[in-house]
């Protein structure tokens, strides 16, 4: 699976890394340009993500724009709803009418600051991104 984290404070962006590393290769940005960048960069080659972990307050584009922008092109490049990539929106406290227009915009679902591991898990696997069920525990 591609994984591109979208997250501009550091601790954070180190943890996502070293979770989602786990589950595929993890492109990494650190504000709103660079992941609508690097997301046509990737439909470009042919090579899109599966998943995208986008925090919500970024520099020079916030995530939700961010957002809105990749519904947008899928849109225009005629890619189908159920063959869109997976966005969960990472939110610090605070952050609740922005998560609801991420919604609207099609996000699929959200995680706040600080992450809990085993619900960004399970979340994964609600959206048929992984199989937790062969792994030991």
Known sequence: MRILIAEDDFVSR?????????YGECDIVVDGLEAIDAYMLAVSNHTPYQLICLDIMMPKVDGVKV?????DLEMQSGILAEDS???????????????????????????????????????MEKLGLIDQTNEAD
Do not use: Q, W
Request: proline share 2%; aromatic share 8%.
């Open 14 to 22: 180190k943890f996502l890394s070293k979770v989602m590393s786990k």
């Open 67 to 71: 957002l809105k922008t990749i519904r």
């Open 85 to 123: 990539v997976k966005i969960i929106m990472i939110t610090a406290l605070g952050e609740t009418d922005m998560v609801h227009t991420a919604f609207e915009y099609g996000c699929e679902a959200y995680a706040s600051k600080p992450i809990n591991t085993e619900k960004l898990i399970e979340v």
